[in-house]
Structure formats: structure tokens, C-alpha cells
């Protein structure tokens, strides 16, 4: 339930095409919906602009397909991350509109066209094994209204692929950054472009890469002033603040 909605709602209301106790009931779900195990912020899209999202680690594929149904029914549109094809095959049984993209392990129902974005989100990967965290984010600002481009494997071990991407990094309005290892690559992408970087750590590399600590102590001290740093593999949470700065 957004801002959008509950508008049309009311002029429903207002111009006698929808009754009281119809849109009473439309609007129940406010502000949330308890299922018990669960409880629905449909509202959260009207407070912050951006829908609740299921996080599928830790809960059943029961209890995620029933989160997903209750939230597709309330209208809008539905992300599920760290999802497993196990997991969609439950979902896909409640609601057989919902799409499985599989190397960001995220499940996505789209009924309504968000608001656009004022630019491109550039979505730039060190390797291809960080692919998994750069599609989460890639997904995630889609399905929130941004153009996305995709930029995967230009590490800076051989940063001529980097440097061969310009004017793709340069005309991108906000760039999310995901590397592993010693996790430079958000550091010199800072230093190319005149945008926000968003640096994500992945928990990709050998032993003292710590599952990803080592790459976010590095960005933590970045040199680069306009680089900020999000949590160990959180592509949804980098997208999330790059589509509200691409909504500004």
C-alpha cells in the first residue's frame, strides 16, 4: 500500500465509485497484517517508499511462500532475497506469477510500474564469483524503478577492463561496488567518477579473507571521499540507498 494507492482509493471514495466499507476493508492491512509467525508491513512503502522485503535465510519455504502470497495480495510489488530454487518452488505454487532469478537467489513479483529513477545505477563487480551479491543489488534496483547496468568482472588486478568501462561508470548517477579479496576496486572507481559509490564486501577470497571482513576493513578505509560502505554481501541494502538517491 503506497502513497499512489491509497490516492486512487480515496478519490474512489470521494467520486462514489468505491463505498466506505469496501475501502474500510481495502485498507485493514494497515499498518500491518499479523499472520501469527509473521507480521505484514504493508505500510512501509507509504512511510519510506520502499515495499517490506522477505528474507528468506531462516525461515521455512512454508512460511516464505505464505509471506509472499499475503504481500502479492496486497497489490504491490513483492522481493524475496537469499532465496533457494527449493524455497521458489513453494512460492510458485502460492502465486505462479513470481520470477526466480537464480544467481542473485531472489524472487521477484512485479504488478506495477514504480516510479523511474532520474539516472543509471551502475551495478560494478570485481570478479565474476562476486556475480551472486552484484545481481542481488542489480535485481533489487530494478524492480524498484532504476536503470541498471551491469559491469562484472573488472578487478583491479587487471584494471584495464576497468578503465575500458569510462563512460559507463562515468554517466551512471550513483555506483554500487562489490568486491572480495583485499576489496580495492571501490576505492579506484571513487577515484574515476563524480557520483556516490557504494562499496559492498563480499565474503569471497582464501583464509584471512575472513568471509569478507578483510575486503570491509578496506573499504572502511577507503581514501576515496565519496565511497560508503554497506554490510558483508548486502547487495539489497546498497541498492536500496542507491534507488533513493536515484529518486532524489
Avoid: W
Wanted: with cysteine; glycine share 10%.
Amino acid at each position: 500500500m503506497d502513497r499512489l494507492r491509497i490516492e486512487t482509493l480515496l478519490t474512489e471514495v470521494r467520486e462514489g465509485r468505491t463505498g466506505v466499507p469496501e475501502a474500510l476493508e481495502r485498507l485493514r492491512g494497515l499498518p500491518f497484517e499479523d499472520l501469527g509467525f509473521a507480521k505484514l508491513d504493508h505500510h512501509r512503502a507509504l512511510r519510506t517508499g520502499m515495499a517490506e522485503t522477505i528474507f528468506a535465510e531462516g525461515k521455512t519455504s512454508a512460511q516464505v511462500a505464505a509471506i509472499f502470497a499475503r504481500m502479492a495480495a496486497a497489490g504491490g510489488n513483492v522481493l524475496t532475497t537469499r532465496a533457494s530454487q527449493r524455497v521458489y518452488d513453494a512460492v510458485r505454487r502460492v502465486e505462479p506469477r513470481a520470477e526466480y532469478h537464480e544467481t542473485a537467489r531472489a524472487i521477484t513479483l512485479m504488478q506495477s510500474e514504480p516510479a523511474p529513477g532520474n539516472g543509471t545505477v551502475a551495478v560494478v563487480c570485481a570478479g565474476t564469483s562476486d556475480l551472486p551479491v552484484a545481481e542481488e543489488a542489480a535485481v533489487t534496483a530494478r524492480l524498484m524503478g532504476n536503470a541498471v547496468e551491469l559491469v562484472a568482472d573488472v578487478g583491479v588486478a587487471g584494471i584495464h577492463r576497468l578503465l575500458a568501462q569510462h563512460d559507463t561508470l562515468q554517466s551512471a548517477r550513483v555506483l554500487i561496488v562489490c568486491a572480495g579479496m583485499e576489496g580495492a576496486l571501490p576505492t579506484v572507481v571513487g577515484g574515476l567518477v563524480n557520483a556516490p559509490v557504494l562499496a559492498v564486501p563480499t565474503s569471497v577470497g582464501y583464509g584471512a579473507s575472513l568471509g569478507g571482513v578483510a575486503a570491509l576493513l578496506g573499504m572502511l578505509n577507503t581514501c576515496s571521499p565519496n565511497v560508503c560502505v554497506v554490510n558483508i554481501d548486502n547487495g539489497f541494502g546498497a541498492a536500496c540507498i542507491a534507488s533513493l538517491i536515484n529518486h532524489r
